[in-house]
């Protein structure tokens, strides 16, 4: 398995601001992703980060409004900008292409943001 | 459509009892994964669980299986001896295409238990 951390664990943010969180891996993934959960709802891919290039983004997510870092194979970073109250939700890096797993996908504990 | 059909919003069980949570899935994939995950109050995604479409028994993880009924495109999931701590949203998820390396899953809106003592 592998250890993922977040930072922050929460915020509350004013509404145009931009916030950005860091995803950090205790080991060398292949693959990582952000994920977005809207309070009560399921999760939902943003994009993969891509290491050393620009990351692939899903339908519905844009570069300008969730621009995303990876500058290695441990760490990640989302930024949140020019936020709105919509943009409430929890945050979740995730990774996957674990060495000795071929499958398994873990998650990082999540940054739980409020806009305000 | 959707891929990951979970029809129980919420559900109830009492302490020590078993429960299943049930999953269905659509994919014409012959090759696909399928994942369980538990979502406590703190936010936090913790996986349970994974069976492979081509894995020919059910998987088990402690008190976790999952029964697998390929022909219906089931994966529920059962709990033996449910624990308060069980008391969580679940959610199922299928990755398609698992020989290659897509690593990226589609997730169900989730089943919540309640464990009552």
């Known amino acids: 398995s592998a250890v993922i951390s977040q930072k922050p664990s929460r915020d509350i943010c004013q509404r145009g601001t931009s916030l950005t969180i860091q995803c950090q891996v205790d080991?060398?993934?292949?693959?990582m992703f952000w994920y977005r959960q809207q309070p009560g709802q399921s999760l939902t891919l943003i994009a993969t980060?891509?290491?050393?290039?620009?990351?692939?983004?899903e339908s519905g997510f844009v570069i300008d409004k969730f621009p995303i870092s990876r500058p290695n194979l441990t760490f990640s970073t989302l930024t949140v900008s020019n936020m709105s109250p919509e943009d409430s939700s929890i945050y979740l890096c995730?990774?996957?292409?674990?060495?000795?797993?071929?499958?398994?996908?873990?998650f990082g504990p999540g940054t739980r943001l409020t806009v305000t | 459509a959707q891929k990951i059909t979970q029809t129980q919003p919420g559900m109830f069980v009492q302490e020590k009892e078993a429960v299943t949570l049930d999953c269905t899935y659509d994919t014409s994939d012959p090759s696909y994964g399928l994942f369980w995950y538990k979502q406590p109050s703190s936010g936090e995604m913790i996986f349970l669980i994974y069976q492979g479409s081509y894995d020919q028994q059910n998987a088990t993880e402690g008190r976790y299986s999952l029964n697998f009924q390929k022909a219906r495109k089931s994966a529920n999931l059962v709990i033996s001896a449910s624990q308060l701590g069980d008391s969580a949203m679940y959610f199922c998820?299928?990755?398609?295409?698992?020989?290659?390396?897509?690593?990226?899953?589609?997730f169900g809106r989730g089943t919540s238990l309640i464990v009552h003592p």
């Open positions: 998820a299928m990755r398609e295409g698992t020989s290659g390396g897509s690593y990226i899953p589609t």
């Open positions: 995730s990774v996957g292409g674990l060495a000795g797993s071929s499958y398994e996908q873990y």
């Open positions: 980060a891509n290491q050393g290039s620009e990351a692939t983004y």
């Open positions: 080991s060398q993934v292949t693959m």
